[in-house]
């Protein structure tokens, strides 16, 4: 049989035929798949480099959209604090309300008064002191925390309220180190022994005897529970392993006309509520809680020279404002509250009354509270003392 035609690649240069084209059909030639292998690499080459033209396209707007982000960002955060450095510079444009969380008449009360007085002298708006009393000041506290964070609303804490509450109560309706932003300590109150002069006790050593004679028979009075008047005279007992039974008052003040009557007979005072009676004879001061003996009543002993030694106890009282209350806003009360607390007039005041002024910084004071808290809370701790 003749051969049949030849295959059309017979015909093409650079081909050859197999050996069996007849039965395989037809290859290229070795220099032929040496070009299509060279095609092929020109293309791969071709489709890298357009890959990699088009990633640094990418970047470069991945790039130039970044900084464009971090240009806005920059933006905005100078609007922000030219936005809060301005209102530190408007501040106050209103009234400032002073929560105090006990009754009116006590040295809580004195201390937020004082401190607004002087504010309004200052900055003009005249300021608003609002009593919200309850649960050993955890009402008042409450609210004061739930207020807005725009300096507006302040709150006149004490050691109960800032300190130890947190302890005594099973549930809080705050957290007491996360929820305030300290502004600075105000003053510490010396607290002053005083009892009633019907009772048979002219100092601390026959005190503790009088009343290891007649266990839970004599009442002291307190502030609250949780007050610094309560926990001083549980620190007292625990020191010297003697009973007496507690009354806990809405505020100081309201326990001064009981410990006058004789209806209570014991109180560690604060020493501004008490020391006019104890110059009229009405109460006997019998002993200082503080470290030293106070100008205020420089003859009369402390606790710790009595006997019980190491004994030291004070009432405090500080300004707070709500957490996340802008740091500028804080920072001017804080500086015109210390230099309130600097100047001749008040240091004079409160040292006629018995109050230590304590400036602190914004820094001192948050650390004044932590070691107070830590200082309380393990004695409460060790007492198993508990309000509810």
């Not at 401190?115 to 050993?136: C, D, F, M, Q, Y």
């Not at 020493?271 to 106070?294: C, K, N, Q, T, W």
Request: hydrophobic residues 40%.
């Amino acid at each position: 049989m003749p051969p049949g035609p030849l295959p059309p690649c017979a015909s093409r240069p650079g081909t050859t035929m197999c050996a069996s084209f007849l039965s395989r059909g037809c290859r290229p030639s070795y220099a032929n798949r040496a070009l299509s292998s060279t095609a092929r690499t020109n293309q791969k080459t071709k489709f890298i480099g357009r890959k990699r033209m088009l990633t640094k396209k990418v970047m470069l707007k991945k790039s130039r959209l970044n900084a464009w982000l971090h240009s806005i960002a920059a933006m905005a955060g100078a609007v922000l604090l030219a936005g809060t450095a301005l209102a530190a510079d408007t501040y106050p444009s209103g009234p400032i309300k002073i929560i105090v969380p006990f009754a009116a008449g006590g040295s809580n009360d004195a201390m937020a008064r004082l401190i607004g007085r002087e504010l309004s002298k200052r900055w003009g708006p005249e300021n608003i002191v609002e009593n919200i009393t309850g649960a050993g000041g955890n009402v008042g506290a409450a609210a004061a925390a739930r207020a807005a964070p725009d300096g507006y609303t302040l709150i006149a804490g004490s050691i109960g309220t800032h300190a130890v509450n947190q302890y005594l109560y099973s549930t809080m309706p705050y957290d007491t180190m996360k929820d305030f932003a300290p502004i600075s300590l105000i003053a510490e109150v010396g607290l002053l022994v005083v009892v009633h002069p019907s009772l048979p006790v002219h100092n601390i050593r026959e005190l503790i005897d009088y009343a290891k004679a007649h266990p839970d028979e004599l009442n002291f009075a307190s502030g609250g529970v949780g007050a610094s008047q309560h926990l001083a005279a549980e620190l007292f007992m625990h020191m010297t392993g003697t009973k007496m039974t507690h009354v806990p008052y809405r505020g100081s003040a309201g326990s001064i006309s009981d410990l006058l009557s004789g209806r209570v007979q014991v109180m560690f005072a604060d020493m501004p509520l008490v020391l006019e009676h104890v110059h009229a004879g009405a109460l006997r001061a019998i002993a200082f809680a503080g470290d030293h003996r106070s100008p205020a009543t420089p003859d009369v002993p402390t606790v710790d020279e009595s006997g019980v030694k190491g004994f030291r106890a004070s009432a405090w009282y500080g300004l707070f404002a709500p957490a996340r209350t802008p740091p500028e806003v804080t920072s001017k009360l804080n500086e015109t509250v210390v230099s309130i607390l600097k100047s001749p007039d008040v240091n004079e005041y409160l040292m006629k009354l018995g109050a230590e002024p304590r400036p602190m910084t914004i820094a001192e004071f948050t650390e004044f509270q932590k070691n107070e808290s830590e200082r309380w809370g393990n004695l409460i701790k060790t007492i198993g003392l508990k309000v509810d």
